[in-house]
């Protein structure tokens, strides 16, 4: 699944809040890059400037593949994420589309 939520205010439309996640059971079968390729040609249609995202500072795959489409590091959530009982900080990204 692949998901990107504009803004509704005025002031913030030019940005789009991204999400994408594939089951485990398709790991390492270039589905996210599959996936990633095609947003990337619908992005550039669409009036959005901004994608921004927030992964697992841990999650060093998903970070790779951020950095292959041109994500770039902002900052760090702290303990965004909560699984299992364990507080897991999250890395801040963008996109800067057409830029």
Same mark, same amino acid.
Request: charged share 20%; net charge neutral.
């Given at each position: 699944?692949?998901?990107? !939520? ?16 594939? $089951? @485990?059971?398709?790991? =390492? ?15 550039h249609?669409?009036?959005? !400037? ?15 593949l951020? $950095? @292959?489409?041109?994500? =770039?590091?902002?900052?760090t ?23």
């Amino acid at each position: 699944m692949l998901s990107i !939520q504009g803004e509704q205010q005025p002031r913030l439309k030019h940005i789009g809040h991204f999400a994408i996640t594939v $089951k @485990k059971a398709y790991w =390492q079968m270039s589905i996210a890059t599959a996936m990633m390729e095609e947003m990337m040609e619908m992005i550039h249609r669409s009036p959005l !400037q901004i994608l921004d995202l927030e992964v697992r500072r841990d999650n060093f795959p998903a970070i790779a593949l951020y $950095k @292959k489409f041109h994500f =770039q590091e902002i900052g760090t959530y702290p303990q965004m994420f909560y699984v299992n009982g364990t507080y897991y900080d999250a890395l801040l990204m963008n996109l800067y589309i057409n830029q």
